[in-house]
Antibody, heavy 122, light 109 residues
Framework: QVQLQESGPGLVKPSQALSLTCTVS??????????WSWIRQPPGKGLEWIGY???????YYNPSLKSRVTISVDTSKNQFSLKLSSVTAADTAVYYC??????????????WGQGSLVTVSS | SYVLTQPPSVSVAPGQTARITCGGN??????VHWYQQKPGQAPVLVVY???DRPSGIPERFSGSNSGNTATLTISRVEAGDEADYYC????????????FGGGTKLTVL
């Protein structure tokens, strides 16, 4: 059974960078069978896809966040990470890591982490 | 980018059938996936590829997709089905491929 677990600071100051790491267990990122994504959810609101990474390091980002987002992977640790720069209060959200099951030009998120609440405040 | 439209809320009595819609331009040509999210929990995939169920999801959950509307149907609704439900597509032709609907709050009366 694949499990994902987010970790990182729960409080970030405005204009600074948000950094989270997702540790994957029960499966290897290096298998190349899946893509690995970040998704966020502001309090009381819906889900927003942030981007994905493949084990090779190939990435794709939501255009609305592209200028501030970096997703990286460390296959030796079976982890992938999110960095969001120049944060504001609007970036306050629960951040989820998820496995993207991509096939035949379609894709769904079949395994999710429990989520990590990040608050942007001074 | 592609837009998915869901009703904000749906209410149903226990034992009845709930239908949650997801509208999108020619959505019938895409694979639609559905997630259930209970308060304080991560979303759970309940239907994928329009109508398939992951292992462990009750048969009461089913889906359909045609034209401009996809539908998640929950039969014999139980109190434990009360949750937010999100539809999702992967629009590989767009520069914003990962798209979610706004979510529907299912209330069991």
């Amino acid at each position: 059974q694949v499990q994902l677990q987010e970790s990182g600071p729960g409080l970030v100051k405005p204009s600074q960078a948000l950094s989270l790491t997702c540790t994957v267990s029960g499966g290897s990122i290096s298998s190349g069978d899946y893509y690995w994504s970040w998704i966020r959810q502001p309090p009381g609101k819906g889900l927003e896809w942030i981007g994905y990474i493949y084990y090779s390091g190939n990435t794709y980002y939501n255009p609305s966040l592209k200028s501030r987002v970096t997703i990286s992977v460390d296959t030796s640790k079976n982890q992938f990470s999110l960095k969001l720069s120049s944060v504001t209060a609007a970036d306050t959200a629960v951040y989820y890591c998820a496995r993207l099951n991509y096939y035949d030009s379609s894709g769904n998120f079949d395994y999710w982490g429990q989520g990590s609440l990040v608050t942007v405040s001074s | 980018s592609y837009v998915l439209t869901q009703p904000p809320s749906v209410s149903v009595a226990p034992g009845q059938t709930a239908r949650i819609t997801c509208g999108g331009n020619n959505i019938g040509s895409k694979n639609v996936h559905w997630y259930q999210q209970k308060p304080g929990q991560a979303p759970v995939l309940v239907v994928y590829d329009d109508s398939d169920r992951p292992s462990g999801i009750p048969e009461r959950f089913s889906g359909s997709n045609s034209g401009n509307t996809a539908t998640l149907t929950i039969s014999r609704v139980e109190a434990g089905d009360e949750a937010d439900y999100y539809c999702q597509v992967w629009d590989s032709t767009s520069d914003h491929p990962g798209v979610f609907g706004g979510g529907t709050k299912l209330t069991v009366l």
